[in-house]
């Protein structure tokens, strides 16, 4: 019996067609992954499925009934719940309070808070979740806050659940976790999609795999008969590198920049406690941790973007401490966490981007504070054949660009422009893995020509595979620092949770 069937779905966005006549079956009761690159299709799929989409064509069917789905309610009326990659929760609620916020038990008039939490209880004790229904929200890891986001869907009684990228912040142990969880919600008769780009989760939890490309189904297939490259093969359209062939290190690698016991106060916290780090040439240094515990700080000092901490910063023997965003740009290239936020101007064209941040230099700029337009035209050719962004020219705004395009032409301006040191923070968020591995190669590039690379990425997968030496964040501060080769992804993930005893980190 099939718990969801989608039929012949189209959907177009402005003449682009994001699903092209689509076929999607999920069987009662299994885990079901949806894989595909960047602009494949799955979001798009999944957002008509909820109803935040209506689709052009194409029928659906849940639990073989027909049926329309105009709005996420009428989705919520026929079973079906969606955990988004970015939590729908409000910090300074409870979590029971989070959870039943639209549907509150009531006593008479009032809310019955005590009935809620007693409820939210009863739930998470059945599904072993280990929850307190009265703490904030805001005090919770990004793990736990995860599993709200589930109980949400338990306590509206869904027996389709869809999510998103749902191990994109987490640590292995987390997404241990959260698979416990998911095996044993598909025990209990639960349907589950998980929407992904990442293959060794699909391969650790799915019962069946379908993989898009552009908007097509490719494939669905028992996850028992398929591996790894061959899923990635089915993704891509081609055979992908999953190995990285890195230089030896070289002898004597000059030290590039220095971090001498930063603090930094932010509000009643210190966001970065005594941080002390050597960057080197020639080396990638990965920095781990669970978001929040001050890589976005840490990065702020390292570009510039924040000079109000203690301690001091050099780039060789110079002190750059309080340099300035803009003159830091100069010494290091800077592959921004967040590449909405800080990677490109929206409504900007891709010769506009390629060169934002680098505009006022003489190659782009005259002395009368007029663009050289046709230098910087011919430049971001040039970069857009060199760094294999896929666009429709110059001129098409960045905005428009698949995520995968928009983070090349980001890693293609800093390459272009850095000076030999590079920081490169989450440099594959949220990319498909033909763009992973294209960043990946250009990063090791980097580092055997001498270069000095900071990476800070939450996939630990990536820190180990690209990294020399790895240092980990726990709140704010330094617990490790070790060989990539003496670390494994349990080891980093055990530290990253405040782990620090030897018996704990092995565990």
């Given amino acids: 019996m099939y718990a969801v069937e989608m039929r012949g779905v189209t959907k177009r966005f402005h003449g682009t067609l994001a699903n092209d006549y689509v076929n999607f079956f999920v069987k009662k009761g299994e885990i079901h992954s949806l894989l595909g690159e960047n602009g494949a299709g799955k979001t798009t799929l999944m957002n008509i499925l909820f109803g935040l989409y209506k689709a052009d064509g194409g029928s659906i069917r849940i639990h073989e009934k027909e049926t329309r789905i105009d709005s996420p309610l009428a989705a919520i009326s026929q079973g079906i719940a969606m955990v988004h990659q970015h939590f729908m929760l409000v910090d300074t609620l409870s979590v029971a309070e989070n959870i039943v916020l639209g549907h509150e038990p009531r006593k008479g008039v009032f809310f019955d808070r005590e009935k809620a939490f007693e409820k939210i209880t009863e739930i998470a004790e059945k599904y072993?979740?280990?929850?307190?229904?009265?703490?904030?929200?805001?005090?919770?890891?990004?793990?736990?806050?995860?599993?709200?986001?589930?109980?949400?869907?338990?306590?509206?009684?869904?027996?389709?659940?869809?999510?998103?990228e749902p191990t994109a912040v987490l640590t292995p142990q987390e997404a241990d976790d959260l698979f416990r969880v998911l095996r044993g919600l598909k025990a209990d008769g639960r349907t589950?999609?998980?929407?992904?780009?990442?293959?060794?989760?699909?391969?650790?939890?799915?019962?069946?795999?379908?993989?898009?490309?552009?908007?097509?189904?490719?494939?669905?297939?028992?996850?028992?008969?398929?591996?790894?490259?061959?899923?990635?093969?089915?993704?891509?359209?081609?055979?992908?590198?999953?190995?990285?062939?890195?230089?030896p290190l070289r002898d004597n690698r000059p030290v590039k920049m220095k971090l001498s016991?930063?603090?930094?106060?932010?509000?009643?916290?210190?966001?970065?406690?005594?941080?002390?780090?050597?960057?080197?040439?020639?080396?990638?240094?990965?920095?781990?941790?669970?978001?929040?515990?001050?890589?976005?700080?840490?990065?702020?000092?390292?570009?510039?973007?924040?000079?109000?901490?203690?301690?001091?910063?050099?780039?060789?023997?110079?002190?750059?401490?309080?340099?300035?965003?803009?003159?830091?740009?100069?010494?290091?290239?800077?592959?921004?966490?967040?590449?909405?936020?800080?990677?490109?101007?929206?409504?900007?064209?891709?010769?506009?981007?390629?060169?934002?941040?680098?505009?006022?230099?003489?190659?782009y700029i005259t002395k009368a504070g007029i663009l050289k337009t046709k230098a910087i035209q011919?430049?971001?050719?040039?970069?857009?054949?060199?760094?294999?962004?896929?666009?429709?020219?110059?001129?098409?705004?960045?905005?428009?660009?698949?995520?995968?395009?928009?983070?090349?032409?980001?890693?293609?301006?800093?390459?272009?422009?850095?000076?030999?040191?590079?920081?490169?923070?989450?440099?594959?968020?949220?990319?498909?893995?033909?763009?992973?591995?294209?960043?990946?190669?250009?990063?090791?590039?980097?580092?055997?020509?001498?270069?000095?690379?900071?990476?800070?990425?939450a996939d630990l997968d990536e820190i180990v595979k690209l990294s020399d030496e790895i240092a980990v964040l726990y709140e704010g501060s330094i617990v490790a620092r070790k060989p990539a080769a003496d670390f494994t992804g349990r080891s980093i993930g055990a530290y990253m949770l405040g782990h620090t005893k030897d018996e704990e980190v092995q565990a």
């Fill in 128 to 164: 072993h979740f280990q929850i307190d229904a009265r703490e904030k929200v805001g005090n919770l890891s990004v793990g736990v806050k995860q599993r709200v986001e589930i109980l949400k869907a338990l306590y509206h009684e869904s027996s389709v659940l869809i999510l998103d």
């Fill in 378 to 457: 011919e430049v971001t050719r040039r970069g857009i054949e060199e760094y294999d962004i896929r666009t429709d020219g110059i001129d098409q705004t960045t905005d428009s660009l698949s995520g995968g395009n928009q983070q090349k032409l980001i890693v293609g301006r800093v390459l272009m422009h850095h000076t030999g040191i590079v920081l490169a923070a989450q440099p594959t968020r949220g990319v498909d893995i033909g763009a992973i591995e294209y960043i990946h190669t250009q990063l090791v590039r980097l580092r055997d020509e001498g270069a000095a690379v900071i990476l800070i990425s």
């Fill in 192 to 247: 589950i999609i998980i929407i992904t780009h990442k293959l060794k989760e699909t391969m650790a939890i799915a019962d069946t795999i379908t993989v898009l490309r552009k908007g097509r189904t490719i494939a669905t297939l028992p996850a028992r008969e398929v591996s790894e490259e061959k899923l990635a093969e089915l993704m891509v359209g081609r055979l992908v590198s999953f190995s990285v062939d890195k230089k």
């Fill in 261 to 363: 016991h930063v603090t930094l106060q932010k509000g009643s916290k210190k966001a970065l406690q005594d941080v002390s780090l050597t960057v080197r040439g020639g080396e990638i240094l990965g920095i781990a941790g669970v978001e929040g515990n001050g890589q976005t700080e840490l990065i702020e000092v390292l570009t510039g973007l924040c000079s109000r901490y203690k301690g001091t910063v050099t780039v060789g023997d110079r002190d750059v401490s309080r340099a300035g965003a803009k003159k830091l740009l100069n010494y290091v290239g800077h592959i921004p966490e967040d590449r909405g936020k800080r990677g490109y101007v929206k409504g900007y064209a891709n010769w506009e981007n390629m060169i934002l941040g680098y505009h006022t230099r003489p190659d």
